[in-house]
């Protein structure tokens, strides 16, 4: 049940009806609302570009259409990953059923401060301006934090005239970039960001974090009511990512990947990820019938391809991002996948690609650190091995055990597919998200309607 609250756009105090409560995890079917209002998704990438909040947000959009919303979405040109994967696209489609507006930037490194830095300026820019001169006060806004600061656009627009506004949080900033060394721990600049996050989550009519450790870090740093605040997880698209014999895919014949038992982390090879504790397995395991493979791109690509070389890992293979229409057949093509979480990121992001890890029906080598929602799902649900990062003695034991009891692994693979099919659908997880844009509309006196 959603306490009453003053709404940040009219400054008037409303009870959202008995009969409808916000949504913990999900709603129940006979409570789930959608709004009658346009929704407009902000974010700074959308396919075709390869980042993954792209991809997911395409997909809610998507789904969200076909539970009858309109639905436009805003974004930058593709520029998240290498210059090869920057597909040509319109800057204005109607794609799948969504109105998609695209805005020129520039697309400098996100690998360096200041490429990224300016990057968001000539995106964050644009955006603010044609949304306080064109924004409807009948639409519901979703902003994301890709950019971290996005959202704060909404909640100056709110200052100036009526707009609402739901806050997605994806990573959790500043506590990111303090965590990296981007900026001091208590400086000026944390300082400031805590401020202008504070006004964000404060003006926003509704907040939807990824999981329970984000709801308790934005409730505590911010005062946010939790009532206000909703836990909904990312999601794989179920009916393209499906479980396969890893012996009859393209990408495990193309690789030599049939006969080793294979280790695969594909997606983002960024710094919130932990590798050292699989470098050091695979360095370990060397001249045992083991492959460990990895797929992506990011800011410890460089690192992993220097040690793979340096430690003569010939056990170990790097390769980019896969083509889109490739990734059905790369992702099912190991024994076990891994989803990491590097120490200290608990509640400040989430590995999403945990779900297409569980569409895919594999076992999961979970990496984390021993207090973590990432390590209770997978022990909860019996869907693979844990392994407490930097232990590397105890991820060589766990893949050894794994290669000992192949019909284990099988099953713990599918467990995941069907605790996937039962939790982790894009039509479960859009229902959650029409719900609470409802509840965002509902406080702003826009229309709202049930769905099924």
């Not at 959202?151 to 709110?158: D, E, N, P, Q, T």
Request: overall charge positive; charged content about 25%.
């Amino acid at each position: 049940m959603i306490a009453s609250d003053t709404n940040p756009n009219t400054d008037q105090t409303i009870d959202p009806p008995a009969e409808h409560p916000a949504p913990r995890d999900a709603p129940g079917p006979a409570s789930t609302l959608a709004p009658d209002a346009p929704v407009v998704i902000l974010n700074q990438y959308y396919v075709p570009d390869v980042a993954s909040t792209g991809h997911l947000l395409h997909e809610l959009a998507r789904e969200l259409v076909t539970i009858g919303c309109e639905v436009h979405a805003v974004a930058a040109w593709p520029s998240y990953g290498p210059p090869d994967t920057w597909q040509p696209c319109p800057l204005r489609e109607k794609r799948d059923g969504v109105d998609v507006r695209r805005m020129k930037t520039t697309r400098f490194s996100k690998d360096r401060l200041l490429g990224r830095v300016v990057n968001f300026s000539t995106f964050i820019v644009p955006l603010a301006l044609r949304t306080l001169f064109g924004s409807r006060r009948d639409h519901v806004y979703l902003y994301t934090t890709n950019p971290p600061f996005l959202g704060v656009i909404g909640a100056f627009v709110s200052l100036l005239r009526r707009h609402t506004y739901v806050q997605l949080l994806h990573d959790a900033y500043p506590d990111l970039a303090v965590w990296v060394g981007t900026i001091k721990k208590g400086g000026m600049a944390e300082r400031v960001w805590h401020w202008m996050n504070k006004m964000m989550y404060s003006r926003a009519a509704e907040t939807i974090v990824l999981c329970e450790a984000a709801k308790d870090l934005v409730c505590r740093n911010y005062d946010i009511p939790p009532g206000r605040v909703h836990v909904i997880s990312n999601w794989a698209d179920g009916d393209l990512i499906v479980p396969k014999d890893k012996r009859g895919t393209k990408f495990s014949k193309t690789h030599g990947l049939v006969e080793p038992f294979t280790v695969l982390y594909s997606g983002n090879l960024g710094l919130y990820y932990e590798f050292e504790t699989l470098i050091g397995a695979a360095e370990r395991l060397k001249g045992e019938n083991v492959k460990f493979v990895f797929v992506g791109s990011g800011g410890r690509k460089a690192w992993i391809a220097e040690q793979i070389q340096k430690r003569k890992l010939t056990n170990s293979i790097l390769l980019p991002y896969q083509p889109t229409p490739e990734v059905p057949d790369s992702l099912p093509s190991c024994d076990t996948s891994v989803v990491s979480i590097a120490k200290g990121i608990e509640g400040i992001s989430y590995p999403s690609k945990l779900y297409t890890s569980l569409a895919v029906g594999k076992s999961v080598l979970a990496l984390s650190e021993p207090k973590s929602e990432l390590r209770d799902l997978v022990e909860q649900h019996k869907l693979g091995r844990w392994v407490q990062i930097g232990d590397v003695d105890a991820c060589v034991a766990t893949i050894r055990a794994m290669m000992a009891h192949p019909e284990e692994v099988a099953a713990e693979g599918r467990r995941a597919r069907e605790l996937f099919d039962r939790e982790y659908t894009r039509p479960m997880a859009a229902k959650k998200y029409a719900h609470v844009l409802a509840l965002a509309a509902r406080r702003a006196g826009l229309p709202t309607r049930s769905v099924p």
